[in-house]
């Protein structure tokens, strides 16, 4: 293996690591995660019951005859 890329490949991971851990110390991920999570109070069980239920999934029983007749067709 080549030495040279080897200590490329170290230099690389360090930096990574060092630029994670200054963004972990200025509290970075601690403003970033809310943001990409969103979490809200409102994500009761009611909540999601309610979102549950406002989803339309359609018919799948007809989608399922469709699908069974094309693959008859081959």
């Not at 809310?34 to 009611?46: M, R, Y």
């Amino acid at each position: 293996m080549n030495t040279s890329k080897t200590w490329i490949w170290i230099i690389v991971a360090v930096v990574v690591l060092a630029l994670l851990w200054v963004a972990w110390q200025y509290g970075f991920f601690n403003r970033l995660l809310p943001t990409i999570l969103q979490i809200s109070d409102n994500d009761t069980t009611a909540e999601i019951d309610k979102d549950l239920s406002a989803v339309d999934v359609g018919n799948p029983d007809q989608d399922l005859k469709q699908l069974d007749a094309d693959l008859n067709k081959l």
